[in-house]
Every structure is written in structure tokens, then in C-alpha cells.
């Protein structure tokens, strides 16, 4: 970009000011009310062009300014020399060197400087000033808190204020680890870190008792000294400065504009900005010792989005740590000392229990204090039954019911509806002999009510009132049922099944509890090869595909087909769904087609037996479709099949013919036919934005496939403007989709020209889509990986191999996380960074891994990745 | 380092003479923000990466009496921060050109360790936008404002309405006529 020189004054302030006035009103409007609007209000043909060319640079404008400063600060401000101590000495002692910084100030080592004692102390100096008020109360809390005497709190030794008038503590200096390092590092297992954390619980007792909250307990405030004494730091501390209402930590996330910093360890009251008590205390120790029992947090809290943490921790329930175990990735720092399969057995019961309950939402319904919680916790240790009862969804359905208002009118009616004709049929079914049927029938009832308020069922126009409404009819019929047919277990479990299915079907944040609920409710009534135990392992397996852990949720699937196909009761749709499911976990896992194919064909011809399943036939073939290369003869019979089922069987419009014409097009272009291609995957944008509007992520969605085409069909220029279009909506978006925002990231960045600048932003945008994936999708998932070696590619050709070798090394720190040793992805990123270390002048490491993965390509016959072999052996050569 | 207490003073008197308060609190929230910049810029740890809007935030901590303040003092101390941390990017961008021209180009690392960046392509960049800006000023001072606390000060739509005195709607408008002019400017 050239320096900013204005070659003509086109616009002045008044000419802006009758131009604003144009714009102001046309900025509502699409391309034909503008010109309408234009010709009736504006009469000045020169200003009527400049405003039209004005208007015309909507892509480009919207991408101006909307890179975080933080993309030209890094690169242009120097890094500052060794930050200096601010003072020489404070009091008697004389600061040594900066150990810790946070959010509310820096702290030091410092020693006597009057030689008094050999005594080493920790002086935190706070980054505000305080008012002469504010200092006056700080001073008597100071005395308050310098009397907690006990041997795992770090004393508070000493206080003031600065020459300068900054407050300073003087604290007890502690040698020591941060709690899960610690425990990590030791290798302690989980006895030791219950004994553990039952003196960090004892601790805060004692606090607790001398009227003192914590407020901010986490790892970095919880030290372990070598001799493997707890201690803990900054007692009371942030109460302190919250005199001043500043803490971060304790500004209300919910209040628009404040600033939040540390959520990973938020309570829902501080969250609030609700009232903080000693129960606030508790909720921390709940997520401490989550972590410390499975190495992760309760949450997985996106770090940009901060309203979307918020909600997260205000409205979602963690996993059961039982079940997190099991999806920490080897390497994981707090966990690679416990064995998973043992540690999941050793959590499940108690230790789940007790950990949920110290996180509950609710203050009052939590652990009463730390003491409460290490009494629990040692009688669990001693083998006795624990006070923590599981939260039952019957309460959990209450709270939603409270949180969500009641409506009036349709929607009332509906609830009423629903509970009655639920409870009159239950009250029969105490009657007669078959219950199970009577039950049954108020199943059906209620799943038709459900059917209709969820629009993959076909209507389409329902509004977000009555979703909501049907929610809550769902879940108070449920807890009806549960309440009135406790005796009944096998009814019991056919409403939970109910409720799992619905709440799954409705997207709803709860689905994964009552699922879990349905499944031990299965585990322990029905016959296993029944169809409640089959229906709750298909949904268990579902969950497990949608987090991702497709080994589990595929040995799920297989239990699943294995039974069913040994079951007479087992109906063509449940199978060939089952078939269809593997496929697809299949698919997540990057098989082969071939193998999907197994199943997509035994799902298919039994489709075919019943003209019912006609909308199946047409998703098999569609996902058959997708599966082969576009040039394979078999897709554009699948794919026309696909399209006139769905024709005749869906509303014109119909986002699944939409995609019908995306494969489609797909097709054509592989034929060569590239205007007809791009003519289909026109159609099928323009369908998609008639189904959803054209902000909606699934229309952006198909918007970037037809961009990907342009850009691949030798037409990159015109793409790049489409592509920082839906970025820019992608990331308006009320509810951000980070992996689509990453692949159009993707998708941007390979289109950018090869220019210095081009390559310059290519960069940043995989260094973001990683990034981005990261966080959508944790730090293993391959797509973690791919930016990495899109970036490696890029250094490569620009020669920085060094920087191309680091960025080979990263993605495979990844990709064999969750890809085979011969997957392509893998192969191609051993590929490169053989390359770029040949490239980086490391021959003898280079050419000895190029060999290999060559040879690894000619035995696997991929012909496309010997030729590139071949080119770069010839290059490399000598 | 002196104590500042006099900032929240500047941000109290704001309604009164609002472009004089605002000139006389520049250049305290220059210095603090350019000193903490540039020790911690480069120094984010995974857990506690610091960015414009953490940056900021700390200068007010450090500046601002928080009993005094309200919330609209905040939102205001923002918005002198945006424009310090404009003069801030804008003068390193200046030296860094006399940098180039000197022969002398520090490379820079990313801290995504995927690569250097050019700081010559990024200053040339950020000079553009902000003559742009400049120009914009001239044309509406609004439009401008909106910008620069939205891209220098990182400051969410609601707090510039703060600052503004106008509708979130408003500012949300701004934004998007600010952009079409500055595009237009700068290809112009």
C-alpha cells in the first residue's frame, strides 16, 4: 500500500453533509429501492454518482480497520528493555527482582535491608491509587487479615502505602509449586490429591471461620512447598482492593462494557455481579479440584468471547469428571500420571457427585462450607457413604421453568395440553396392567408436540415462544412422570428416553445430562438387547461423535448394530440408521470411502424396501456423493437421484435441494464444465439465502463453497472480495461460528496473491484459523493442524524453512492425535517438513525423512504424491 | 513514578470543557500507556495474553481514583486512551520508516511462532489508515471518533455511544459510513 495522498477533493464537509443524508437512507435499502430512492430525492447527478460509488465499496469498506491493533502493534513496538524495579526499598526491605505479575499488581522478592533477620519476603505492590476513604478501611481490613495465623496460609506480614501512595503488602515468601503442577509433577495419585486439597479446604476453613473469603482461589494462588505443605496466597487480598470496585474479577460480566480477565475460576455470582460469600469460596474449590482430578476445567470457555463464557458458566452443566478423563489427550500436563480407563472407574459415583456439587449453580445448594466439602471428601477416603446427592433433572427442569417465563395465550394452552393429556393417561396407567402401554401412548402424544416445534421436522414457522414453551411442557411432564411412576422403572425409562431423544432433537444445553440419565436408567432396568437399551446407545454415541471422540462413540455404534441386527423388533429405519450413523463416524474419522460405503450400501437397500423412506434413499446417496472424487462415474447418477427425490418429496426451495444442485455443480465442474458448474452452485447460493437469509452461517456456509470454486476455476480475484465478505458476517455474527470463520479464514488466505503483502496477511490467517480451531475444537483435532501446514507451505516457497520446519513440527504434535500413521494429511505434513529442513540446509535428517515418506507413498500407489516426490528428489539431489 | 491523581480530576471536569480535558489528559495516558506497551506487548503467557482493551484497562487502574470515577468517566478515559494509543502506533510507525530508510530493519517475531512480519509493509499500512482518518476528520469528526475508539481503543459499540452521547444505533451506523468514506478516501 502506498502512502495516503488525496488526488482530488471530492468530498468537503458540506457536500458530505447532503451526501450523509442520501446515504443515511440507502444504507437500508437493496440495489433497486436505491435507485428509486435516487431518482426521487436527488437531483445533483454529480453527487448521485458519488454517493453510487460510494455505496459500491461495501465488500472492501467493511474489512477496513477490522484486524484487533494488536496486528500492527506486535510488529512495531520494540520490545522494552528489563523492566526496573519501581522502587529501591519499601520500609525495611529492599526489593530484589519482579516474580509474578497479575491482574491487580506486580510482585517482588525482597529481603531486610537492616540486616535484621535473614528473612525472605514477597512484597505486592497494586497498580491503583486509592482514595484517603478507601486507604482508611484498607488499613483495618490489613489488621484483620494479618492475624490469620495458620501454617497454610502465607502470612500477611506487613502493609502500606508507597512513597508515592500505592498501596504494598508484605507477604510471607513461599517457595513453592502451583497446586497442579505440583500434583502433576510428583505423580500423586488420587488419594494424595484428595489429602491435598483437603488441607487447601482446611485452610480456607480457617479463614472462613476469621470472617475472610478468598474470592480468587486458583492453581497460581495455591502453592505446595517441597516438604509438600500447602500454602495459600493473597488471603482476603481481593476483597481488599474490591473496596475500590475495580477488580476485574468481580466486575459484573453481565454489565455491558466492563472488563473481565480471569473466568476460568468465576463463580455464577461473580459472574453476576451478585453478592460474594464464603459459598463463593466453595465453588472455586470445586473447580480446583476438578482440575486437579482430571487436568481440565469444569468449562471450556472460548477466550474472546466473554459473553459466551458467561453463559456458558451461567447456564451450562459440566461434564461429570469421569467423563472428562476420558477426553484428555495423552500429554496433558495434570494428567499423564494417572492411567484414564482406571482414573475414569476410580471418579465415577462419589467423586463425580461431590465435584458437581460444590459447582452447583446455586450458592445454597452447594457444598454449606470447606468444611463440609473435606469432611465429604474424607469420608469418601475412609470408605463411608457421602452426604452429596446427585442433581436430579427434575430439579434442573424446575429451574428452567423458573428462568424461563411462563407465555400466555397459544402457548399456554399448548402446556396445558400437554401436561393434561400426559397426566390423565398416566393416571389410567396406575390402573391396568399394561402401563407400559398406557405410557407409551402419552409418549406418542407428546413426541407429535415436539415433532412440530422442531423445525427438522417440517414446520418451519413456528416461533421462538412456543419452542420455548414446548421445553417447557416437556420437561414438567416429564418430572411428573418421574415423580408418579418412580416405582415403575421400565416406564420410567421410556419417558427419560422420551426426554433425551427431544431435548437432543431440540438442541438443547441439558440433552447430555438427560441422555446420561436414560443411559443408567437403561443400564440398570432394561434387557440389553431391547430397543431402549439400543435407542439410549445410539444417543450415547451420537454425544460421543459430537465431542468428538469418534473411537468410542464407533465401538457404541457397533454394540448398537450388533444387537439390533440379533433383534427381531428391530425396524428397517432403526437399522439402516445405525448403518447410515457408522458411515458417518466413519467419515469423522477420515476412513476410507470404501468402508463407509459398506455401510452407506447396507443402510440404502434397506431404505429401499419402504417407499416411506424415500428422503433417506436421497441422504444416502447424497452422503455417497460426497464421499467420491467428482469425477467418479457412479456420483452424477447419485446425485440427479438425490435431487429428484427431493424435488418431489420437499417444498420448492428446500435447503436439501439446494445442496442437491451444490453437488451438482461439483459434478459439472469435474466434467469440465465449468459455467454450468458455477451456474448450479449460483443456484444453489441463491436458494440457501431464499431458506435462511444471507447472514445466516449456513447460507455464509455455501457462499464461501461457491467462492472456493471461483478461486479454484482460475477466477482468485473475485473471489478474495466474496471471501472477506463472509468473513466480516461470519464474524458479525450474534453467535460467532469459530470453525467457519476459520475455514473462510482458510479459504482467504490460500486465494491472497503472492505478493509481500499477500503472504504477509496469508500468514496471519492461518496463524488465526489454528488458533480459531483451537478453541473451537481443542488443542488435538487435526484441523488445529491443517493452517499449520497451509503456513509451512508458505515459508517453504518463500524460503524460511526454519519457520517452516517449527510449523511442520507443531501440526505433527497434532495430527497423530486423531489421524492414522498413511493419512494423507499426516504424509503430506512429513512431506513438507522434510522439504523445508532439506531447504534449511539439514540434509542428512532431511533426506532420510523424504525417503521414507516417499517410499511410505509408492507403497500405498498414490500416483499424485510419487510424482511430487519424484520433483522433489530431483530437487534435492547431490 | 508520580503519583496522577489528578486524572480523575480531568475526567470529572469533562463535561465542562470537554476538548480542553481531553488535551490535558493525553499526555499522562500517553506516557503510562506507551511505558506498559512496551514491557508488556511481548510479554503474554498463554493464560493472560495482553491485548489493547487489557492494556488500556490497566492504565485506568493505575491512573484513576476508581471511588470517583463513574462509568461514564471510564467509558471517556477509554476514548483518550484510543487517541494515545493512535499518537502511540502512528510515531513508531514514523520511526520505523526512518528505520528503513536508514538501512536498519529489525525483523520481528510473531508470537504464533509462525513467522516474521514485515514491520515496514505494517507501518506504511497504519500510516495510510490514519491519514485517512485524519482526512475523515476534516470531513465529519464523528465518523472519525467512532473509528479510532473502535480500532485503537478497542472499545465496544456501546461504550463509544458513552462517549458520543448517542444511540448504539447511531454508532453502529457511523461505523459503517465511516468505512465506506475512508475506502473511498484512500482509493480516491
Same mark, same amino acid.
Request: glycine share 6%.
Given at each position: ?66 484486524? =484487533? ?19 529501591? @526499598? ?41 482514595? #484517603? ?124 462494557? /466492563? ?108 457444598? #454449606? ?13 475412609? $470408605? ?46 396406575? @390402573? ?45 411432564? /416429564? ?27 431440540? $438442541? ?123 469425477? #467418479? ?26 445442496? $442437491? ?33 444471507? =447472514? ?28 472477506? =465478505? ?51 475444537? $481443542? ?100 | ?122 507501518? =506504511? ?48 451506523? /457511523? ?14
Amino acid at each position: 500500500m502506498n502512502d495516503f495522498r488525496p488526488h482530488r477533493m471530492k468530498w468537503t464537509p458540506e457536500r458530505w453533509k447532503r451526501a450523509d443524508a442520501l446515504v443515511e437512507a440507502l444504507l437500508d435499502l437493496d440495489a433497486d429501492a436505491r435507485t428509486a430512492y435516487l431518482d426521487a430525492h436527488c437531483t445533483d447527478a454529480g453527487l448521485r454518482a458519488d454517493v453510487e460509488a460510494l455505496l459500491a465499496q461495501e465488500p472492501e469498506a467493511r474489512t477496513l480497520f477490522q484486524q =484487533d491493533v494488536r496486528h500492527f502493534a506486535l510488529p512495531l513496538v520494540p520490545d522494552a528493555p528489563e523492566a526496573a524495579l519501581p522502587y529501591e @526499598q519499601i520500609g525495611p526491605y529492599r526489593l530484589v527482582e519482579a516474580i509474578g505479575r497479575g491482574g491487580m499488581g506486580t510482585v517482588y522478592r525482597a529481603e531486610r535491608a537492616d540486616g535484621a533477620f535473614e528473612q525472605q519476603v514477597a512484597i505486592k505492590i497494586v497498580h491503583q491509587y486509592l482514595s #484517603a476513604d478507601t486507604l482508611r478501611r484498607f488499613h483495618a481490613e490489613r489488621h484483620i487479615l494479618a492475624r490469620l495465623q495458620h501454617p497454610s496460609i502465607a502470612r500477611l506480614l506487613d502493609g502500606g502505602q508507597t512513597s508515592d501512595d500505592r498501596p504494598f503488602f508484605v507477604l510471607e515468601y513461599v517457595d513453592g509449586q502451583p497446586i497442579t503442577t505440583y500434583a502433576e509433577r510428583q505423580g500423586l495419585s488420587v488419594d494424595d490429591r484428595l489429602n491435598l486439597f483437603i488441607q487447601v479446604c482446611e485452610a480456607v476453613r480457617y479463614a472462613h471461620q476469621n470472617l475472610v473469603v478468598h474470592r480468587d482461589l486458583k492453581p497460581s494462588n495455591i502453592l505446595v512447598t517441597p516438604e509438600g505443605r500447602v500454602k495459600l496466597l493473597d488471603f482476603g487480598i481481593a476483597k481488599l482492593l474490591d473496596e475500590g470496585e475495580v477488580l476485574p474479577m468481580t466486575a459484573p460480566l453481565t454489565q455491558e462494557g /466492563s472488563r473481565w480477565l480471569t473466568p476460568d475460576y468465576a463463580s455464577p455470582e461473580q459472574v453476576k455481579g451478585e453478592a460474594i460469600t464464603t459459598a463463593s469460596d466453595v465453588y472455586q474449590l470445586g473447580v480446583l479440584l476438578y482440575e486437579l482430578l482430571t487436568g481440565r476445567r469444569p468449562y471450556q470457555l472460548p477466550e474472546r468471547l466473554r459473553h459466551e463464557a458467561a453463559r456458558i458458566i451461567l447456564e451450562t452443566q459440566p461434564e461429570r469428571p469421569s467423563t472428562a478423563v476420558t477426553k484428555v489427550q495423552t500429554g496433558t500436563p495434570t494428567t499423564t500420571a494417572l492411567d484414564p480407563t482406571r482414573l475414569r472407574r476410580r471418579l465415577q459415583g462419589d467423586l463425580d457427585v461431590m465435584v458437581l456439587t460444590a459447582l452447583r449453580k446455586e450458592p445454597t445448594r452447594r457444598y #454449606a462450607s470447606a468444611e463440609a466439602l473435606a469432611l465429604d471428601l474424607q469420608r469418601h477416603l475412609d $470408605g463411608l457413604p457421602v452426604q452429596a446427592r446427585p442433581d436430579s433433572l427434575g430439579y434442573r427442569a424446575r429451574k428452567f421453568v423458573q428462568r424461563n417465563r411462563l407465555g400466555v395465550g397459544v402457548a399456554a394452552v399448548i402446556l396445558l395440553a400437554a401436561l393434561g393429556a400426559a397426566g390423565a393417561i398416566l393416571d389410567q396407567s396406575r @390402573q391396568v396392567r399394561d402401563e407400559r402401554d398406557r405410557a407409551e401412548a402419552a409418549l406418542a402424544f407428546m413426541n407429535e408436540l415436539f415433532k412440530s416445534a422442531n423445525p427438522e421436522h417440517g414446520v418451519e414457522d413456528e416461533t421462538n415462544r412456543t419452542d420455548v414453551t414446548v421445553r417447557e411442557a416437556l420437561q414438567l411432564a /416429564s418430572n411428573r412422570v418421574q415423580r408418579e411412576l418412580g416405582d415403575q422403572p421400565m416406564v420410567q425409562t421410556t419417558v427419560a428416553g422420551m426426554v433425551a431423544r427431544n431435548l437432543y432433537g431440540l $438442541g438443547d444445553s441439558t440433552a447430555a445430562d438427560a441422555i446420561a440419565y436414560w443411559g443408567d436408567l437403561t443400564d440398570q432396568h432394561a434387557d440389553p438387547f431391547s430397543k431402549d437399551a439400543r435407542g439410549a446407545l445410539i444417543f450415547r454415541s451420537h454425544l460421543l461423535r459430537n465431542a468428538g471422540d469418534y473411537a468410542a462413540a464407533e465401538s457404541l455404534m457397533a454394540m448398537v448394530i450388533d444387537r439390533a441386527e440379533r433383534s427381531a423388533d428391530a425396524t428397517v429405519g432403526e437399522l439402516a440408521s445405525a448403518y447410515n450413523d457408522m458411515a458417518g463416524i466413519y467419515f469423522y474419522q477420515g476412513r476410507p470411502a470404501e468402508d463407509r460405503f459398506r455401510y452407506y450400501r447396507k443402510a440404502i437397500a434397506l431404505y429401499r424396501t419402504d417407499s416411506t423412506y424415500a428422503g433417506d434413499v436421497a441422504t444416502i446417496s447424497a452422503n455417497m456423493a460426497d464421499a467420491l472424487p467428482h469425477d #467418479a462415474p457412479e456420483k452424477e447418477a447419485l446425485v440427479r437421484e438425490t435431487i429428484a427425490i427431493w424435488e418431489r418429496i420437499r417444498p420448492a426451495d428446500h435447503p436439501d435441494i439446494a445442496l $442437491g444442485y451444490y453437488h451438482l455443480a461439483r459434478v459439472e465442474m469435474a466434467k469440465g464444465d465449468t459455467a454450468l458448474g458455477l451456474a448450479y452452485s449460483a443456484r444453489n447460493v441463491a436458494m440457501n439465502d431464499a431458506a435462511y437469509g444471507a =447472514d445466516n452461517n449456513t447460507a455464509l456456509f455455501f457462499k464461501r463453497r461457491h467462492a472456493d470454486l471461483l478461486y479454484s476455476n482460475g477466477r482468485r480475484a473475485e473471489s478474495v472480495p466474496i471471501f472477506r =465478505d463472509i468473513l466480516s458476517q461470519q464474524q458479525q455474527a450474534e453467535v460467532p461460528d469459530l470453525t467457519e470463520i476459520a475455514s473462510t479464514m482458510q479459504s482467504l488466505a490460500k486465494a491472497l496473491p503472492q505478493t509481500p503483502a499477500g503472504d504477509a496477511e496469508r500468514l496471519d490467517l492461518f496463524a488465526s484459523a489454528s488458533a480459531l480451531f483451537r478453541d473451537a475444537k $481443542g488443542p488435538n483435532d487435526y484441523r488445529v493442524a491443517v493452517p499449520l501446514v497451509s503456513a509451512a507451505n508458505t515459508l517453504h516457497r518463500l524460503g524460511r524453512n526454519a519457520e517452516a520446519v517449527a510449523a511442520t513440527d507443531r501440526a505433527m504434535a497434532i495430527l497423530p492425535h486423531t489421524l492414522g500413521p498413511e493419512h494423507d494429511l499426516l504424509l503430506f505434513t512429513r512431506f513438507r517438513r522434510a522439504t523445508a529442513l532439506l531447504g534449511d540446509g539439514q540434509r542428512a535428517v532431511g533426506q532420510a525423512e523424504l525417503t521414507d515418506v516417499c517410499d511410505t507413498f509408492a507403497r500405498l500407489e498414490r500416483t499424485d504424491q510419487v510424482a511430487m516426490c519424484e520433483e522433489a528428489q530431483a530437487e534435492y539431489a547431490d | 513514578m508520580p503519583a496522577t491523581p489528578d486524572v480523575t480530576q480531568l475526567l470529572l471536569d469533562i463535561p465542562d470543557d470537554r476538548d480542553a480535558a481531553y488535551e490535558a489528559l493525553l499526555p499522562l495516558v500517553y506516557d503510562e500507556l506507551h511505558r506498559i506497551a512496551r514491557i508488556q506487548l511481548h510479554r503474554g503467557s498463554a493464560g493472560d495474553t495482553l491485548n489493547a482493551t487489557a492494556l488500556v484497562h490497566e492504565v485506568y487502574l493505575r491512573l484513576v481514583d476508581q471511588t470517583r470515577a463513574q462509568w461514564n468517566d471510564r467509558a471517556h478515559f477509554y476514548a483518550v486512551a484510543a487517541k494515545a494509543m493512535r499518537r502511540i502506533l502512528i510515531d513508531y510507525a514514523r520511526r520505523q520508516k526512518a528505520q528503513k530508510r536508514g538501512g536498519n530493519q529489525p525483523n520481528v517475531t510473531l508470537e504464533e511462532g509462525l513467522g516474521r512480519v514485515d514491520p515496514w509493509a505494517r507501518a =506504511d499500512e497504519l500510516l495510510s489508515l490514519d491519514a485517512a482518518l485524519t482526512q475523515l476528520a476534516t470531513l465529519d469528526a464523528r465518523l472519525a471518533q467512532v473509528i479510532e475508539c473502535r480500532f485503537f481503543g478497542d472499545m465496544q459499540q456501546d461504550e463509544i455511544a458513552e462517549v458520543l452521547g448517542c444511540s448504539v444505533r447511531t454508532v453502529r451506523r /457511523s461505523e459503517t459510513k465511516a468505512r465506506l468514506l475512508l475506502q473511498d478516501l484512500m482509493s480516491g
